[in-house]
């Protein structure tokens, strides 16, 4: 079964800096990799996704991940941080076609004034 | 294009009281989700619908908690009696359907509080 291991639960940057969340995946198969955004009382939202092809991925507000199949990791990058990026960030492993989505427990984003 | 919408965005009960959740899908939208999200933790499947079937109930605890999609539009979470560890968020999100990996539109969820 597929599984996501998110490092660090906790990550503050300052403004302006490079905001680095950090996704390891375990999967059996060619995974679809999702990471989505939670801010406060909101739901998830999309950031991107990488299903096929290019594994270098951008998504929505200048976030982008790359796939890494050697190191099974997909990890979330901004080059330079604003203040309302601050928000909860979750990544999600779906195995193909046949499988739900498993999430990660997330990560908490804090931008420093 | 409206969003998922979630009602009551906010329940606080007491413990063996009934407590039932209500979502409706992006139109259009054939498939429905019910997550579950503990405090610090990213969401787990409670239930997945497609249309008006449930094709995977799996994660779902069946002795208290129920679910239905009549008419493959909105659909109803129900808990009966609720328990104090139930106190969660629940999210429901859907996607157009036919693919388990396509994109899935996330409501506000409705927090839930057992006293």
């Known amino acids: 079964a597929q599984s996501v291991t998110q490092l660090g639960s906790h990550v503050s940057v300052s403004e302006g800096a490079l905001v680095l969340l950090r996704c390891n995946y375990s999967?059996?198969?060619?995974?679809?990799l999702f990471w989505y955004v939670q801010y406060p009382n909101q739901g998830l939202q999309l950031l991107l996704k990488?299903?096929?092809?290019?594994?270098l991925v951008k998504g929505i507000n200048g976030f982008e991940a790359e796939f890494k199949k050697s190191e099974t990791s997909f990890h979330l990058t901004k080059p330079s941080a604003h203040m309302s990026d601050a928000a909860e960030y979750f990544c999600a492993v779906s195995e193909s076609l046949d499988n739900d989505m498993r999430f990660g427990a997330g990560t908490r984003l804090t931008v420093k004034p | 294009e409206a969003g998922v919408v979630q009602s009551p965005r906010y329940k606080i009960i007491e413990k063996k009281q009934p407590v039932a959740f209500w979502c409706n899908p992006i139109s259009g939208h054939n498939t429905l989700y019910w997550y579950l999200q503990n405090l610090g933790q990213g969401p787990e499947l409670l239930i997945r619908y497609e249309n008006e079937e449930a094709v995977d109930d799996s994660q779902l605890p069946k002795d208290r908690f129920s679910a239905e999609r009549l008419k493959g539009v909105d659909s109803t979470l129900k808990i009966q009696p609720a328990e104090l560890g139930d106190s969660a968020v629940y999210l429901c999100a859907s996607s157009p359907g036919g693919k388990k990996s396509d994109t899935q539109y996330f409501g506000p969820g409705t927090r839930l509080t057992v006293l």
């Open positions: 999967s059996s198969v060619p995974p679809y």
């Open positions: 990488y299903t096929t092809g290019a594994t």
